[in-house]
């Protein structure tokens, strides 16, 4: 897999040495105002067409633009600090990046993204599309008639909302079964479930959690956050066993639902525990900070992203490239994944030194890759239902918003492989 | 307090707290050892050192003293002295207190090993040791101390509460939190601990929850409002309109509303605090709450607020002082109309001496902002006996600013005849203005403490301008004096004829005016004026962004991006770049700005 990589990099060392154009250099260290928009100006150049390159661990993950008046209006405009540089000027960053633990990586087009979220959902609520409206990468809706109904190879990217795909709704029900809002997701999903012959809300969201797992086994990118991940590998390994409450499809939980789970069908997680009891806001033993159950509740630290090579594991390089590599934690419903139940072949991305779990897991599955970050909204870290709306306006520089538009602009850099 | 008297203020209160005492003393020794160790610390008052003959008493006070002293070597050994005489509680506490002091806590912990079996059911020995315990850092010790105190007492709430206020103490929020739930599920409701609840809640950051608790705990103790303003006023903007809604929720007692109304003034919104107290029914209470108000709003310089709440006092409990206070304070909310009202209320209820030294000032000053020129002049007229010639001169300043409101610039110059201004005087400064002596103005102007939005207007302009005269312009600005927004909007613009280096200022101060007038035709013709004709002018970037505003008002989105994208992309430098870029941000995600 390496190989594709080293080839994509010498040809553009070798382009370099001809090009006569001026560059603009977007830096991402400190010197950068907007770090979030950034990523807006860079996916405004692969959208036009517009061959750019991500500069692994150069200046924060710096990206190199052509210079052309499209990209600089649009910096400009969204008050993203870029340099124009001369061909002398490439030519010692290219020498410097291949000296040391760097690499420039082209970014080929824009990937096509898709967020898993219900139709009616306002951009806010989700941090995911928070980011990517700001920084203005333009993305669909889908939703489960759209996944259980449409070819999803459509899409290059696919990132999944807050659901609970065990069909429990987050066990909100202990608290907010009156909410007129609660009641009305509820109805909703019931009917969507209905009207594909399902008969429950938890068969409904196995089977949209199916067809995201083939999805990624046909070469798709998957990133989730928040409850998204831990109920997703949770739906994926209970196939054919009930891991639901009675109150969310009227029959107890298989009693013996620990030893019937099918982790071979997950894409991170094994041997993880159920939580049986209906009045313990927890899914499973898979978060480690259990935000909603006081009695187990951990504080909030800070996470730590790991250094890769940016030669040899380049994937996972441009997933923390980062101006900052200790980042405050933030809660969620699902705010970190134990280590003791993540499978072998799972990448780290990042830790909270000495505690037993990790923050940011990346792996392959079939064709593709699945990239999970815990907690909800990096900027509010004790995010409550019903809390205001994170402005990002506030938070142009959010280290924690950087990782969610890594994942976006990781796909424009890797070769497609081709979907059957 | 002198030491002698500090000396019996720390023994009584040991006494007190002796009195409370529990099982770890002999109670019937015990009320006999209060009295005699009260007995002994006013004896130690009069005549130091005449003693009680009990020993235990004697104890104390010696050690007391060498506590008071700071002879913590002796102090220390004198408390250990207590313990061993039976007084173990009060030996105790000794000891932990100087023991702090040293920042030796751990030298305590043999004693609690020693004394603890002997009584385990006392609290007060209990708390001591978590404390200690978790001062010093050993958590899972402090945790085993309190599973062995709540196994023993399992239905009291003591455990529960002395280990939840330690653990809040330490700022560990989420394991006092742990702790509360454990009492609730073990005690059946939390009643007694719902002050511990609201610090917890408030220290992981569960705003509205701390509010609600606090709420409650207001109900049975409603002096903790105090307390309440101290615990939630780091509630971040976004949080607090779920703390103001569980803190004016119906049936919530008085200090649930004084502690909203404090937290308020706290958070810059003093108006909205005066809301909550306004409309309660006036009695010797709730005007008592109003008074501390109105000195906390004081202190927090929210000049309406502290107004609209000492105009309510002085409804419901009229009197002199509370008027006067209110029109000097209603002068600074900018208020004069209150001010006329309240100054001659007070004045009706002093004598002529008060009402000649505290009163008049206030109405003269009130009668001036309002323009009312002519009563101003009658006030100082009939206070011209007790005043005299030179009394009458130190007002004629503001009986000039009356005139001047007035938009009677002759009048103005004639009060001041034979009180003649310093040429570097602001109301000079107008008066050279409204004339269209741009030169004068120049001169006086510069000089003005704290100018306001008009004083650098015509800072502006006066700088702008090379010219010596411009009477239009002069006439514009007093025009803006005597309250005639619609002439002066005309006037600059017409100005702007006259003082070509400056038209692009004098379009800008029109447009302004039309806008606040929200006369919108009128402002987009001449913020376009300025936006197009004058594009390298200062003003530029403002026409811009206000163009681009209008746009939007107007329903065309389009139209107001474009304008934005030039301020961003021609002026990059401006200060409303930023404000520029989040009006775009919004027009482009459809959100309210």
Known sequence: MARWWMVATCALTVGAGTARAQHLLVPMDDAQANHLKAYGVTFTALVDGVRSEWLLNYRGGSFLLPDVPNLRRAAALAGVTFEAVGPDRVQEMRREISEGNMDAVPLEKAPRIAVYTPPDSPPWDDAVTLALTYAGIKYEKIWDDDVLDTDLSQFDWIHLHHEDFTGQANKLFLGFRDAPWFIQARDRDLAMARTHGLADIPALKKAVADRLRAFVERGGFLFAMCGATETLELALASKGVDIAGPFADGTPMDPDADAKMQWDRSFAMQGARLEFAGGVNSMSDIDGHQVNVAARRQPLGTYTLFGFSAKFDPVATMLVQDHRTVIADYYGVTTSFMRKVLKPGVTVLAHEEGAPWAKYIHGSYGLGSWTYLGGHDPEDPQHNIGAPPTDLALHPNSPGYRLILNNVLFPAAKKKPLKT | ?593
């Open chain 2, 1 to 593: 307090m002198t030491s002698a008297m500090s000396a019996v203020a720390r023994v009584l209160r040991c006494a007190a707290v002796i009195a409370c005492l529990s099982p770890a003393v002999d109670g019937a020794a015990w009320a006999g050892a209060f009295h005699r160790l009260a007995g002994g610390a006013t004896l130690h008052a009069q005549a130091n050192p005449a003693r009680s003959a009990d020993p235990v008493a004697d104890l104390m006070s010696k050690a007391l003293e060498a506590e008071s002293a700071g002879k913590n070597r002796e102090a220390i050994d004198g408390w250990r002295k207590v313990i061993a005489a039976g007084a173990t509680v009060p030996g105790v506490l000794g000891l932990e207190r100087v023991f702090s002091i040293l920042a030796l806590e751990d030298s305590l912990l043999p004693t609690f090993a020693a004394v603890i079996p002997k009584f385990p059911r006392d609290a007060q020995l209990r708390s001591a040791q978590l404390r200690t315990l978790a001062t010093v850092g050993r958590d899972a010790e402090a945790m085993r101390a309190f599973e062995e105190w709540r196994d023993l007492q399992p239905n009291d709430v003591a455990p529960y509460r002395e280990f939840a206020r330690v653990l809040l103490f330490h700022n560990r929020a989420a394991a006092a939190d742990t702790v509360l739930r454990q009492a609730t599920a073990a005690l059946g409701n939390t009643r007694a601990l719902v002050l511990e609840i609201a610090q917890m809640r408030a220290g992981l950051g569960l705003w509205q929850a701390s509010a609600e608790a606090w709420r409650e705990a207001m109900i049975e103790e409603p002096y903790y409002e105090s307390a309440t303003v101290f615990s939630l006023q780091p509630t971040p903007s976004a949080a607090r309109d779920g703390v103001r809604t569980e803190l004016r929720k119906p049936g919530a007692p008085l200090g649930a509303a004084q502690a909203l109304a404090f937290l308020e003034i706290a958070w810059g919104s003093a108006r909205l605090g005066w809301q909550v107290l306004a409309p309660l029914t006036p009695s010797d209470t709730v005007v008592s709450v109003w008074r501390q108000f109105v000195d906390e709003a004081e202190r927090a310089r929210a000049w309406a607020a502290t107004r609209d709440a000492l105009v309510a006092i002085n409804k419901a409990r009229p009197d002199a002082a509370t008027a006067l206070r209110g029109a000097e304070i209603s002068l600074k909310a900018d208020d004069p109309t209150t001010a006329l009202m309240l100054a001659r209320e007070a004045g009706n209820a002093l004598d002529a001496t008060r009402r000649l030294g505290e009163v008049m000032p206030t109405e003269l000053e009130a009668l001036a902002r309002l323009g009312r020129a002519r009563e101003a002049e009658q006030v100082l007229a009939k206070a011209a006996p007790q005043l005299g010639e030179e009394g009458q001169r130190g007002y004629a300043r503001t009986i000039a600013w009356a005139w001047i409101r007035a938009g009677d610039v002759g009048k103005a110059r004639a009060a001041l005849v034979g009180a003649p201004l310093d040429a570097e005087d602001a109301v000079s400064g107008w008066l050279s203005l409204f004339e269209g002596d741009l030169e004068g103005a120049r001169k006086a102007l510069r000089m003005t403490e704290s100018p306001g939005q008009d004083v650098i207007s015509a800072l502006s302009l006066v700088n702008r301008s090379s010219q010596k005269s411009a009477p239009i312009a002069g006439a514009a600005f007093l025009s803006l004096a005597r309250g005639d927004s619609a002439q002066a909007a005309r006037k600059f613009e017409e100005a702007a004829g006259e003082l070509s280096d400056a038209a692009s200022l004098l379009f800008t101060l029109a447009a302004r005016i039309e806008t606040a007038r929200k006369a919108d035709d009128r402002a987009m013709t001449l913020w376009q004026k300025v936006a197009t004709l004058y594009a390298e002018a200062p003003e530029a970037p403002e026409a811009q962004l206000e163009w681009a505003r209008g746009l939007k008002r107007r329903g065309d989105s389009a139209g107001a991006r474009e304008h934005l994208e030039h301020l961003i992309l021609t002026y990059p430098g401006s200060a409303l770049v930023p404000q520029a870029r989040r009006e775009l941000d919004a027009l482009r995600m459809g959100t309210v700005q």
